[in-house]
């Protein structure tokens, strides 16, 4: 169940991340990958198709940090003042 809601999770920012709509419709099937071996394979080509590196989403960042993340939100299209 654990694996099947991480790759739940990476198909939501996945889609997330490239502009899509999926939303609340990634955990309509909360059992996507019946068997241990399905998720990694599923994974592995969820996230080798994606155009778009990833930003890190999961660390605290401060204001004093901005000129860190800069390149990203750039590369995004992002801005201090949107996203916070």
Request: hydrophobic share 45%; proline share 10%.
């Amino acid at each position: 169940m654990t694996l099947n809601r991480i790759y739940v999770v990476d198909l939501f920012y996945v889609d997330a991340l490239e502009g899509g709509w999926l939303g609340p419709k990634a955990w309509e099937d909360p059992v996507p990958c019946p068997s241990v071996a399905e998720p990694k394979c599923a994974q592995a080509a969820m996230l080798s198709e994606t155009v778009i590196k990833p930003p890190q989403l999961d660390e605290f960042f401060s204001v004093a940090e901005a000129p860190l993340r800069a390149i990203e939100f750039d590369s995004l299209g992002w801005s201090e003042e949107t996203v916070w």
